[in-house]
């Protein structure tokens, strides 16, 4: 059994990072999915093997983040990005295609800074909404991959 922590759009909340740390620790991967990618500089030299960082539409350059990511966990495997290239904020189609074409069980992105977990042909879709300040519900995501089982949880961060 593994766990993920996913958090997306903190835009510079730092407390949110702060608050998730002990989480940041125990778990075995961190996934940031953009907008505040610099955000996650100093976890990512606490745990390079096990943080994943995308670059979103508000970020600038960091060398440890990338547009998009795959992660096979478990066997499962997952795609990742932020979003905003796949036009989250409309349609959802771009993105599941985009999964199904790598073969990813599920897929993962943020930009809408709204929670969301559904399934659309075999596909699971997740948002861990936002974990910044422009929102009245910040949230972030707890994975856990138990075989090909995938239970997803949104936790609200208050």
């Known amino acids: 059994m593994k766990k993920i922590v996913v958090l997306s759009d ?6 949110a990072i702060e608050k998730l ?6 778990n075995d991967y961190v996934i940031h999915l953009g907008d505040g990618n610099r955000d996650m ?3 990512y030299r606490a745990f390079p093997q096990k943080t994943f960082v995308c670059r979103g539409n508000c970020d600038f350059s960091a060398p ?3 547009e998009e990511w ?3 966990v478990e066997g499962v495997k997952f795609f990742f990005c932020h979003g905003h290239a796949y036009g989250v904020k409309t ?3 771009r993105l599941k295609d985009e999964a199904l074409h790598r073969g990813a069980k599920a897929a ?3 930009h809408t800074h709204i929670a ?3 399934e659309e042909d075999g596909v699971l879709l997740v948002n861990p909404g936002c974990a910044g300040l422009y929102t009245s519900q910040p949230s972030y995501a707890y994975i856990v991959v138990n075989g090909e089982k995938v239970t997803v949880t949104v936790v609200p961060l208050h």
């Open 10 to 15: 903190t835009h510079g909340n730092r407390r």
């Open 108 to 110: 993962l992105y943020g």
């Open 21 to 26: 740390y002990p989480l940041f620790e125990e």
């Open 116 to 118: 969301r977990v559904e």
């Open 41 to 43: 500089a100093e976890i």
């Open 70 to 72: 795959e992660l096979s």
């Open 64 to 66: 440890y983040a990338q």
């Open 91 to 93: 349609t959802l189609e």
